[in-house]
């Protein structure tokens, strides 16, 4: 209790209000409401930067891949199945890994763009990807006793989990949905 301005004992006010440790299921999967006017949440901005700096560091392992292609192959431990080890066949290998690659960043660079414009569908597909990338580290880890290394997997692995935490958060939820009617 305080004292009011003439000695009378007033109530304090109550403290702020702390979100559970532990919400229901049902409070959770309550749909959000519908909100056009909706502004970007930062969120959402961090988790198409986090996106952008994946598909930077998959072209700087391409341009890896390109440049060390031929010690790469001089490895005894690298063997192409299906290529023919001539000359021209590493230079065709090194083609379609160069293809199959961009044609990945290429996808992950338009799910970017449809995520930062608040697509839901884009955002569920880029947090799978991130579940399917954590879980494969982890069974690499696990079953195979990979490293997880800084120069290899423990940048990926990072940026998966901070995408996936930025994407699955309340507000990037509320941004993608906010067309919906209930």
Do not use: C
């Not at 955002?123 to 290899?152: D, K, N, P």
């Amino acid at each position: 209790m305080s004292a009011g301005q003439h000695g009378a004992a007033t109530p304090d006010p109550p403290p702020p209000a702390k979100r559970p440790a532990f919400e229901p299921a049902a409070r959770l999967l309550t749909p959000t409401g519908y909100d056009p006017d909706m502004e970007r949440p930062t969120s959402i901005v961090a988790g198409t930067a986090l996106l952008l700096l994946r598909v930077v560091a998959g072209i700087v392992v391409l341009v890896g891949f390109a440049t060390g292609w031929d010690s790469l192959l001089a490895d005894p431990d690298s063997v192409l199945e299906g290529f023919d080890p001539t000359p021209e066949g590493s230079r065709a290998a090194l083609w379609f890994v160069l293809a199959l690659g961009g044609t990945v960043l290429a996808i992950d660079l338009l799910l970017t763009i449809f995520v930062f414009l608040g697509r839901n569908w884009a955002r569920v597909i880029v947090m799978v990807i991130a579940v399917m990338s954590i879980s494969t580290s982890f069974v690499a880890w696990w079953a195979q006793g990979q490293e997880i290394e800084i120069e290899g997997t423990f940048l990926s692995l990072s940026l998966d989990i901070l995408l996936l935490l930025a994407l699955s958060s309340r507000s990037s939820a509320a941004y993608a949905r906010r067309y919906e009617h209930r």
